[in-house]
């Protein structure tokens, strides 16, 4: 069933994947004396060359701390932090660098929501609504803000495909719900929400909306000023980023009446005894001294991957999925956990006897990483009535002769599972 790795031609212009497979290093190696199939992107990606030599120069060439030197090297890494600022901007389309606010990542984004915004503006009977899809990191923070308010968190359920189920999502909006948090892309089942049309409802009560990004950034078109969001959260390191590096977009009208959430250093302009006022945006909400190497790693990341021809990115992992699904469908033991109509690149399965921690032992001794587990997302396996899964997640340096590998191997070690 194998090919060599093909290029794939959009309207536009050329998908080159044997080329973007030589931007990352790591993709050369092997596991177990076999070739590396790196099927596990939902976890985290791999990195290109160009952050690894972004983060090198850093810390060869230009490290120091920012925002307050006057010397040249304090100076010139404060411009490039900033240029990475703007360049987060431009990749979310931002309407001002000010509503960008370095992270440590996805939770942090929005726990920081939870703790600046939900704390301060909700009181006992306000409503926070999440999904049943959503992974850890956007239920916890907004239970400790319930407990911290006394607000309700009310949960929208998916049916059995794992889509949010609109209707009952409507309904359970109400002029009580304050808050609307929920994921783009499900890391779980690899569903696609219809956010742009859950943001409409939302605010249709007054709500504000939180977009859980994690699994979005770099596998769907992006722009939060077009889907009309009050908070997006990301992580740099499923973008192609680092570890230790996220954003919070806000929006500006909404981040400039929240107080800071951590205090420290850089978040000030003036400290008394008596009163300290507080930075402007955004670095109000960026207490102490920030991962610099990891900012400008990321906007080499996102500089990088803008650089692509995002329609054929996009088309080459819908490729892989649909390559993915139909060789799933020929493993009739296997069943597929989220068959929604609109799934990123991510599929979830069991097979009937095997416990998924077996089949991706199994499949690392061929060379191949997949995840195994319930996925940070407790409720949803407790939905669906499982413990786990195992899922293989693809990215755009994947080829379709991987994807047959994954389940080449699955058929092969398959056997002695069921034995
Ligand atoms: N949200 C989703 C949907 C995720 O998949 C993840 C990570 O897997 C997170 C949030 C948390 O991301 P991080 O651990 O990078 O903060």
Known sequence: ????????????????????RRDFPLLDRSV??????????????????????????????ENSNIHR??????????????????????????????EVIFTSGTTESIN??????ARTNLVAGDEILVSELEHHANIVPWQMVCQQTGAILKVAPINDAGEIILEAFAELLSARTRIVAVGHISNALG???????????AHEVGAVVLIDGAQASIHTPMDVQALDCDFYAFSGHKALGPTGVGV???????LEAMPPWQGGGDMIKVVTFEHTEYNTLPYKFEAGTPNIAGGLGLAAALEYFMALDITAVMAHEHALLNCAIARAASIPQLQLVGTAADKAAVVSFNIEGVHPHDLGTLLDQQGIAIRTGHHCAMPVMSRLGLSGTARASFALYNTEDEVHAVF????????????
């Open 248 to 254: 919070l977009y806000g929006r500006a009208s909404l």
């Open 408 to 419: 080449d191997a699955i058929e092969k070690v398959l056997p002695m599972l069921l034995d």
């Open 112 to 117: 920081l929501v939870a703790q600046s915004y």
């Open 32 to 61: 177990n004396g076999k070739p590396l199939v790196y099927a596990d992107n939902a976890a985290t990606t791999q990195k290109p060359n160009v952050v690894i030599e972004r983060i090198k120069r850093y810390y060869e060439y």
């Open 69 to 98: 030197g006057v010397h040249t090297l304090s100076e010139d890494a404060t411009e490039a932090y900033e240029i990475a600022r703007s360049c987060v901007k431009q990749f979310l389309n931002a309407a001002h660098e000010s």
């Open 1 to 20: 069933m194998s090919s060599a790795p093909s290029e794939i031609t959009s309207a536009s212009t050329t998908f080159d994947i044997a080329a973007i």
């Open 191 to 201: 569903t696609v929400n219809p956010v742009e049309r859950i943001i409409e409802l």
